[in-house]
């Protein structure tokens, strides 16, 4: 492994103050252990060289004291590693009366991810059930701008959310704190929760609507990148150059297949240097290109889609991306964008597969 080559996203605590029934990692966190600050200080002090980007997502990471001083430790001994928070919005009602918090994030943070699913407040608070998630979010964003933090609105895609009356709102918002837009598209983790992902068709006219008015940043999704431009293409970073660790300490190679099957290891004993050789890893170094792929134009640059939506449908690698336009008996080549890139920087940016927007 390279040095200096790794996101990792971290799940400091398995604490959260909202109930989002769409929330990827909630039974995950739920049966989960925290380690304690010295566990985390070592690790970094034995992998802290291979690290390039740290993002704080998972639970909600400013509940928890200890992160305030971890953020700082980094900082001050690791000084190379930029770190990211993504927060539903409520850091900033948790450290405005906590000058030493405050102070750890001005110092410590680089970037800011904050959740806001809608641009209306009644639906977000539902959303998130918390009556204050929409406040908080905005104070959060009010934040950011005040201290000159880069911070992103980051929204769930899902097949409620985008729609050009939402979004219409979610970049005015943008607008008025100067933000990025990012928007992840919803996976359903849990058969059980209600919510709908995104159809092939919505994100195809969601794209459309955001061309005409906005600005495409970066498509850091392999199938998108694919379908929707021809000089623009990412690859899929999952258990290749981007990994989590979550609140117990365990490491898996996607935000989103948090499984036992994907395990790899735990920090406690844990050495990025040997990370390639692990069993799980050659799944995403050589991943499986399916058989309907194979006469695809694109097969090339897509190399069957993104990873983690793959087995989260289909429970195998075996199957093609589910927004595959071949499933669809749709031409592979649907648009051909413009992506305006210039100038443009952000730790999520191929460190999982999402995609990204200026108002």
Same mark, same amino acid.
């Given at each position: 492994?390279?040095?200096?080559?790794?996101?990792?996203?971290?799940?400091?605590?398995?604490?959260?103050?909202?109930?989002?029934?769409?929330?990827?990692?909630?039974?995950?966190?739920?049966?989960?252990?925290?380690?304690? %600050?010295?566990?985390?200080?070592?690790?970094?002090?034995?992998?802290?060289?291979?690290?390039?980007?740290?993002?704080?997502?998972?639970?909600?990471?400013?509940? +928890?004291?200890?992160? !305030?001083?971890?953020?700082?430790?980094?900082?001050? +001994?690791? /000084?190379?590693?930029?770190?990211?928070?993504?927060?539903?919005?409520?850091?900033?009602?948790?450290?405005?009366?906590?000058?030493?918090?405050?102070?750890?994030?001005?110092?410590?943070?680089?970037?800011?991810?904050? &959740?806001?699913?809608?641009?209306?407040?009644?639906?977000?608070?539902?959303?998130?059930?918390?009556?204050?998630?929409?406040?908080? @979010?905005?104070?959060?964003?009010? %934040?950011?701008?005040?201290?000159?933090?880069?911070?992103?609105?980051?929204?769930?895609?899902?097949?409620?959310?985008?729609?050009?009356?939402?979004?219409?709102?979610? !970049?005015?918002?943008?607008?008025?704190?100067?933000? $990025?837009?990012?928007?992840?598209?919803?996976?359903?983790?849990?058969?059980?929760?209600?919510?709908?992902? @995104? &159809?092939?068709?919505?994100?195809?006219?969601? =794209?459309?609507?955001?061309?005409?008015?906005?600005?495409?940043?970066?498509?850091?999704?392999?199938?998108?990148? &694919?379908?929707?431009?021809?000089?623009?293409?990412?690859?899929?970073?999952?258990?290749?150059?981007?990994?989590?660790?979550?609140?117990?300490?365990?490491?898996? /190679?996607?935000? $989103?297949?948090?499984?036992?099957?994907?395990?790899?290891?735990?920090?406690?004993? =844990?050495?990025?240097?040997?990370?390639?050789? +692990?069993?799980?890893?050659?799944? =995403?170094?050589? #991943?499986?290109?399916?058989?309907?792929?194979?006469?695809?134009?694109?097969?090339?640059?897509?190399?069957?889609?993104?990873?983690?939506?793959? %087995?989260?449908? !289909?429970?195998?690698?075996?199957?093609?991306? /589910? $927004?595959?336009?071949?499933?669809?008996?749709?031409?592979?080549?649907?648009?051909? $964008?413009?992506?305006?890139?210039?100038? =443009?920087?952000?730790? +999520?940016?191929?460190?999982? #597969?999402?995609?990204?927007?200026?108002?």
């Amino acid at each position: 492994m390279n040095k200096k080559s790794l996101s990792l996203g971290i799940g400091f605590t398995s604490n959260c103050n909202m109930k989002c029934s769409f929330c990827y990692s909630k039974n995950n966190r739920n049966n989960s252990s925290e380690c304690s %600050y010295t566990t985390w200080t070592s690790f970094f002090e034995k992998n802290g060289d291979f690290i390039k980007n740290i993002n704080y997502g998972t639970g909600e990471n400013p509940t +928890h004291d200890d992160w !305030f001083l971890l953020i700082t430790q980094i900082r001050e +001994h690791h /000084p190379h590693i930029k770190q990211a928070l993504t927060t539903n919005g409520s850091l900033y009602n948790i450290i405005k009366s906590d000058n030493l918090k405050n102070r750890a994030v001005i110092d410590s943070i680089d970037e800011i991810d904050i &959740s806001l699913d809608w641009g209306e407040k009644d639906k977000h608070n539902e959303y998130r059930e918390n009556i204050y998630a929409f406040d908080w @979010a905005l104070e959060t964003l009010d %934040y950011c701008k005040n201290n000159n933090i880069k911070a992103t609105i980051v929204t769930l895609g899902t097949d409620e959310t985008l729609v050009s009356e939402n979004m219409k709102k979610i !970049f005015m918002l943008a607008e008025m704190y100067n933000t $990025y837009v990012r928007i992840n598209l919803y996976r359903p983790v849990d058969k059980l929760n209600q919510i709908k992902p @995104a &159809s092939l068709e919505k994100v195809i006219n969601i =794209f459309d609507w955001i061309y005409k008015n906005h600005n495409i940043l970066s498509i850091s999704d392999s199938l998108f990148s &694919s379908i929707f431009s021809d000089s623009f293409s990412s690859k899929d970073p999952s258990g290749i150059t981007s990994f989590r660790i979550t609140s117990d300490g365990n490491i898996y /190679p996607s935000t $989103y297949l948090l499984y036992k099957d994907f395990l790899i290891g735990n920090i406690f004993d =844990f050495d990025f240097k040997n990370i390639t050789t +692990h069993n799980v890893i050659k799944l =995403f170094t050589m #991943p499986i290109i399916p058989k309907t792929c194979i006469e695809c134009s694109l097969v090339d640059r897509c190399r069957g889609g993104v990873l983690d939506r793959r %087995y989260i449908w !289909f429970k195998d690698f075996l199957e093609s991306d /589910p $927004y595959c336009p071949r499933r669809y008996g749709v031409n592979e080549n649907i648009r051909n $964008y413009r992506i305006d890139s210039a100038g =443009f920087s952000s730790i +999520h940016d191929e460190y999982l #597969p999402t995609l990204f927007f200026k108002f």
